[in-house]
């Protein structure tokens, strides 16, 4: 199923994370990556294209806007 553009959850696909359509790369695997390797280097290790790590971000974007923090009891 598509849930964001380029992206699907596929319950028989990486336990269901959503990953870039057409591949078996997970969203957090390129974020995380991210975050030590440049865009072209994180292209070249999965083979996305600089379009599929974009919605990537765009995603993840969404997915934080979204979350709700919850304060725990004691902290």
Known sequence: MEI??????DRNICHGAPVIMGTRVPIS???G??????M???MC?????????QAALAYAAEIVTK?????LAGT
């Open 4 to 9: 964001a553009p380029r992206i699907i959850v």
């Open 29 to 31: 695997i390129i974020v």
């Open 33 to 38: 990556s991210l975050a030590g390797m440049s």
């Open 40 to 42: 072209q280097e994180v």
């Open 45 to 53: 290790e999965y083979e996305i294209t600089h379009e599929d790590i």
């Open 67 to 71: 979350t709700e923090l919850i304060e």
